[in-house]
């Protein structure tokens, strides 16, 4: 089955033109196992993490296989929103979208206009699979193969919103800034990039589903954590770390059974 199937719909034919078709409606069978989808509607997705906020606004970000989620309120009140991905940050560069200042560089980043909602992912490598959606009344979010983006999984992904004045030339807003800014001088610093380490318990196959298709590598992890990796190039080995010690090893086989029971 493909990974993002969640449910098989049946009709049957004898080969002499006689259908069951359950009456027009087909059958239906729920598939369970797969792995988990980010939903691009322009609402907060239940799976993302706060990483960072700076009075009311938030950045959210979120991981299922290799598929990097971010999440930021929407273009406002004059102002067009940025949300750069890095991994890490580089030297100063100039902002994006004719904007005034300059932002620590970034590998890809999603904007938000305010004048038309418009949102889309920039500075893409190619054939990177990427979405995104934006609601006026709800969020700016978006995803991205962060794994193809790069060339590999990152150990740490390093994210930032930033809002721009609409107009070409527009200024940063540091009151606007998540995370916020360290010294209002108009300009996204590195140190202004939030550090997202994406780590999910237990879920050693890094198909969004906590069961015992987990079990195979969980064992591989606590022995061969070179092999593991190998085995599972878009998971984390810190995974395995189930106990929240951040060490894998057999002190977390009681804390994986555990999360499987739950």
Known sequence: MPLTAWQVDVAFNDGQGHWDNNGG????????????????????????????????????????????YVAAPPASGGNDHFIFVAAPPGNLRAAPWAKSGQVANWAAYLGNESTNNWCGWFDLAPGVVAQ???????????TIDIAQELGQMPPAIYLALAPYTTPDGGVLVPAGQVPASVNGNGTVDASEYAVFVPRTPGDLNCDGVLDFDDINPFVLALSDPVAYQAAYPECYVENADCNGDGVVNFDDINAFVALLSR
């Open 25 to 68: 409606a087909d059958w239906h069978v729920a598939v369970t196992g797969t792995q988990q989808q980010w939903v691009m509607d322009g609402q907060l997705d239940a799976g993302a993490q706060l990483i960072a906020q700076n009075g009311g606004r938030r950045l959210y970000a979120g991981l299922i296989g290799t598929t990097l």
């Open 132 to 142: 995104q959606a934006s609601s006026p009344s709800g969020w700016l979010e978006g």
